[in-house]
């Protein structure tokens, strides 16, 4: 199945698009498209921190991702 993952900030420069697709065979966790991503675009491992939003909501790293899922990167932010 392929998931469609929206990138935002600095992880749509690492992306170089502000989408991306990867191919999975099963549904997987939060925890495990973060390896799968990380593996492939090395430079998310060197952001302070990051999160995953599923269906507009920020996921927890246990919950489950199928290919119906709106999946979003969304990086750390600053401000002041």
């Known amino acids: ?6 990138a ?5 420069d690492i992306f170089g698009t502000s989408q991306q697709e990867i191919t999975i065979k099963d549904a997987i966790t939060v925890q495990q ?4 991503l990380e593996e492939e675009f090395p430079e998310l491992k060197k952001l302070t921190s990051y999160f995953i939003a599923v269906n507009e909501e920020y996921a927890e790293e246990d919950q489950m991702i199928t ?3 709106e999946i979003a990167i969304i990086p750390p932010v600053s401000g002041g």
Do not use: N
């Open 1 to 6: 199945m392929k998931l469609k993952i929206l």
């Open 8 to 12: 935002f900030g600095i992880t749509k």
């Open 33 to 36: 498209l973060k390896s799968i």
């Open 67 to 69: 290919e119906t899922d």
